[in-house]
Structures are given as C-alpha cells and as structure tokens.
C-alpha cells in the first residue's frame, strides 16, 4: 500500500508509468477503484463510462485485435510500432478500456459527455496511485477502429478514449520537474488576463 501524509500528498506524487508489473488489482479492490471513476462530474447523468478489463491469458489475442486494427487505421505504421505494441497490450499486468457511451441526440454535449469520461479516467488513475499502484493512459489511431470498438461493446456512435495499462509500479518514479503553477493560474480582476505560460 502506498504511504502518504494526506489525500493532496497522494494526488501531487501522482505520475504515469507504464514500468509495470504483476500484480494489478483484482476482486473488490478493483471494483472500488473502478468505482472512483464513476465519481466524476456528470452532466445529466448521462453515465457514459463503459469500463473493460483485459487480463491473464486473453491479454494475447487482445494483442492480435490491436495491432489488426493498426494495420487498417494505420496501413504504413512500421512492423516495429505493431511489434511493440503487440508486446505491450500482451504483457502490461492489466488493460482497462475506457469506453464512452455517448448519446448525440440527447440533451447534455457530446463533448461534455467526453470530458465525463475523462474525468472518470483520471479518478481512476488517481485510486490506483493512492492503492499502490500504477497506471499510464494511452491513445492512437487503433482506438478510432469500428472492428476494435465493436468488440468492446462500443457500436456506433460509441467512441474509446484510449486504454489504461495497469499493474504494479517496478520502481518508484524519479520526482521529475513539474511545471510551476504560478505560470498557470492567474486571478481576475476586470482586465483581460494573460498567462506566464503564454509569454514569449
């Protein structure tokens, strides 16, 4: 279990990994890490987020449906991109696919719909950091691929936002350079503001 001073502690020591090893969480203590996502702001209550857990032995032909469909989205993607793919989705400890199940025609914005299941994502990547594990989020073209997504329940007009590969730090991560808040928020007072981040 992860050792932290408090709640913030946890969310500022945060940070992506995909060094990852077994085990990931499983049983109970994956539903209620699964369960921080359902946590998120949701608009409508819409409840977009569509949850896929690959692990164990399907992990391979998970692996194969991967890289099939980088070969259709991506048709000149070199062999050694699909081959290091393939042997990622084959071997991290544990893959989430982060499903939207969105609902164009209904009252809330697609793209608040999205953002919903974003946010879910990143409560999830932050339960598993205060459980003691790792996450890292990835995207690509594959994740456009109507075969891939039909096979995660997501028919038209359902969309994925990307997978998350899950398991076991293998090493704590080096405290890499943060950027500075102050040249991110600004306080308004009538005027327009300007950012420290957008100067230059």
Sequence with gaps: MAHHHSPLDVLLSR??????????PKGDELRTILSAGLRAPDHGKMRPWRYTVIKGKHREAFADLVVEAMGRQEPD???????????????????IALGMHLQPEGKIPVIEQEMAVAAGAMNVLNALHAAGFGGMWVTGPFCEDRVLLESLGLPEPHRLAGFLFVGTPAKHSDERKRPEIDDYMAVWKGDAITFAADAG
């Design 15 to 24: 940070a992506s990994t995909d060094h990852l090893v077994e085990p990931p």
């Design 77 to 95: 993607a070199p062999e050694a991109k699909k081959t290091k793919r393939h042997h990622r989705f084959a071997n991290m400890p544990m893959i």
